[in-house]
T-cell receptor
Framework: DGGITQSPKYLFRKEGQNVTLSCEQN?????MYWYRQDPGQGLRLIYY???????QKGDIAEGYSVSREKKESFPLTVTSAQKNPTAFYLC??????????????FGPGTRLTVL | KQEVTQIPAALSVPEGENLVLNCSFT??????LQWFRQDPGKGLTSLLL?????REQTSGRLNASLDKSSGRSTLYIAASQPGDSATYLC??????????FGTGTKLQVIP
């Protein structure tokens, strides 16, 4: 079955540590995204990638970094510069549809907690 | 900048009731919209992708409509069931290969 996998499901980080969240897709989609979700707030875009070896900052990229070395993989690193990293992180991929919407498909998410 | 609003933020209904969820957007120059469902602690599941040329899209007990002129989409759920309890989000295009999400409506269907 095609889909998006994220690991780990739960992640605990000590202050000052960098951590990397994994996202893999076998849908053959070119575009991939990372979102952050906080209680009571909508999804906020961290980074997105339209093609291998290319990525752009979203609305809240500070303190995060990404890479896109393979079409299937788009890992997100939460660095120590991110002051409030505790949140639910969602990875998505998309395919373009007529009229401008990229139909988005989501992974199960990773919950990151800073101790 | 596209802004998306979903009202109410929370809704509680008895089982069997028909209900409507609303999604409003500020930039009406869109041609399609996507509705999602999110269960607690889970990722988003796509429910319907509706294009303005279609006006409506149906999947089982779900029906979504899109009215660009009024900047509004509605998701109609017929004969609600406790299993429908979840948060429902809408998303609209916001630039090349990006979308903007509403903050969602948390639905509780009471047995």
């Amino acid at each position: 079955d095609g889909g998006i996998t994220q690991s780990p499901k739960y992640l605990f980080r000590k202050e000052g540590q960098n951590v990397t969240l994994s996202c893999e897709q076998n849908l053959n989609h070119d575009a991939m995204y990372w979102y952050r979700q906080d209680p009571g707030q909508g999804l906020r875009l961290i980074y997105y990638s339209q093609i291998v070896n290319d990525f752009q900052k979203g609305d809240i990229a500070e303190g995060y970094s990404v890479s896109r070395e393979k079409k299937e993989s788009f890992p997100l690193t939460v660095t120590s510069a991110q002051k409030n990293p505790t949140a639910f992180y969602l990875c998505a991929s998309s395919i373009p549809r007529p009229g401008g919407l990229n139909e988005q498909f989501f992974g199960p998410g990773t919950r990151l907690t800073v101790l | 900048k596209q802004e998306v609003t979903q009202i109410p933020a929370a809704l509680s209904v008895p089982e069997g009731e028909n209900l409507v969820l609303n999604c409003s957007f500020t930039d009406s120059a869109i041609y399609n919209l996507q509705w999602f469902r999110q269960d607690p602690g889970k990722g988003l599941t796509s429910l319907l992708l509706i294009q303005s040329s279609q006006r409506e899209q149906t999947s089982g007990r779900l029906n979504a409509s899109l009215d660009k002129s009024s900047g509004r989409s509605t998701l109609y759920i017929a004969a609600s069931q406790p299993g429908d309890s979840a948060t429902y989000l809408c998303a609209v295009p916001a630039g090349y290969q990006k979308v903007t999400f509403g903050t969602g409506t948390k639905l509780q269907v009471i047995p």
